[in-house]
Each structure stands twice: as structure tokens, then as C-alpha cells.
């Protein structure tokens, strides 16, 4: 069950160049796991590592909500991230258009 859903208001970047959904702030977990799983290159070519992993529920703007799983924690992040290829490969679909 999950708790904790992530408003809509929130921004979040779909990105195609993506390979995992990310976050920067642990808040928006509701049941953490501390777990080092390796470390990112960022797009400024730093590489950081990922401090925790945990599913979060996002509330959308066309009023539905949608489960990512096994959302990557990582606090140097600047935007929360959504992976168009996780979702491709866990079988959502998705339409992107203007303003959304």
C-alpha cells in the first residue's frame, strides 16, 4: 500500500536520455531503503552516488496516479527525473503533447 502521493503541482522532467526515474529529496519516499546501488554520471559528466531506492506514487495532471518503481535517491540531482525508457520497459503508456 501506498501512502504518500506526490502532488501534481510537483514538476517533474520526462527524459528520453534518462535510464533511471531520480529524485533529489528523500521526503518524497514514504517507505526508504539506505541503499548504495553504485553511482550516476550526471549530465555535467560528475559522477554521484545513489544513497537510497524506494517506489513513489505520483498523482498526475490528467488525474490518475501512477506507481515508479524502484525510484533511485539521489541528492545532487536539481530535478525530479522520470525515465521514458522505465517506462517503456514496465509497460506504461504514455501520450506527450504541448503543456504536458
Known sequence: MYNHIID???????DSAAS???VPKREYFNFYRVRSSGSVKMGNSDVVDVVGLCD???KTNA?????LKN???IPYLSLNLISMTTLD???????LGEDT
Do not use: F
Open 8 to 14: 501534481s503541482d510537483m514538476k517533474w522532467v520526462i
Open 20 to 22: 533511471y526515474n531520480s
Open 56 to 58: 513513489i506514487c505520483i
Open 63 to 67: 488525474s490518475c496516479t501512477i506507481v
Open 71 to 73: 525510484v533511485k535517491h
Open 89 to 95: 520497459r514496465e509497460g506504461h503508456k504514455y501520450q
